[in-house]
Each structure stands twice: as C-alpha cells, then as structure tokens.
Nanobody, 126 residues
Framework: QVQLVESGGGLVQAGGSLRLSCTAS????????MGWFRQAPGQEREFVAT??????????YYADSVKDRFTISRDNAKNTVYLQMISLKPEDTAVYYC?????????????????WGQGTQVTVSS
C-alpha cells in the first residue's frame, strides 16, 4: 500500500522560509513523478511543483507564482521529496499536498497523480 506523509509545515512570517518533506512508503520516489499542490481556503487545489522520475530525466517544473522561490528535490536514499520555500508571501498560505503518479514526463494536473498525502498546513503572516 502506497502512503505519502508530509511534514514541515507551520507558521512563518512573510519573507521567511520553510522546507516541506514528503516521505513515501510502498513505492519509490525515484521512478515516479512527484508533485506538490496546495489549496487555500475557499479555493481550488492548484499545482505548485513537480519532479519527474529518473526514467524521464528528473526534470523539474514550477507554477509561475512560485518560480524562483520554491525548489523541489528528491533524496532517493530516504525515499523523500522536498519542497524548499523561500521569500514566502501571505498568498502562499495553504494546505500543501504531496502526490505521486506515473512517470510520463512533466505532470501538472491533479488527475495525472494517483496517490496523495494528507497535507500539511503552511501559514504565512504579513
């Protein structure tokens, strides 16, 4: 059974940093696409970042709103994916979800992922 467990969320002031972690069990993170999505109160869940599997070159791709501030990475030995977030803004406040899907290249749609974590809250105060 595949499980994704996020951690690292919390409360931070605007301009601060956080690093989210997503540890997988049941499947390796190295050979699947791994994504981060977020959902703010009253809004739809939206794509944040993805890293493709090793079969497709471990490419990364970001939403425009987080480009140059967020970095997705993977530690295969720990079977964990990270989302390093810097220069955080109040509009980054959301529940952040980790996801995993087949490695068919860059994937930015929810339907392209088949496993999801429970989410971790990130709150950025102004």
């Amino acid at each position: 059974q595949v499980q994704l467990v996020e951690s690292g969320g919390g409360l931070v002031q605007a301009g601060g940093s956080l690093r989210l972690s997503c540890t997988a069990s049941g499947r390796t993170v190295s050979t699947y696409a791994m994504g981060w999505f977020r959902q703010a109160p009253g809004q739809e869940r939206e794509f944040v970042a993805t890293i493709t599997g090793s079969w497709t070159g471990s490419k990364t791709y970001y939403a425009d709103s987080v480009k140059d501030r967020f970095t997705i990475s993977r530690d295969n030995a720990k079977n964990t994916v990270y989302l390093q977030m810097i220069s955080l803004k109040p509009e980054d406040t959301a529940v952040y979800y980790c996801s995993q899907g087949p490695d068919f290249g860059v994937r930015s749609k929810e339907r392209e992922y088949d496993y999801w974590g429970q989410g971790t809250q990130v709150t950025v105060s102004s």
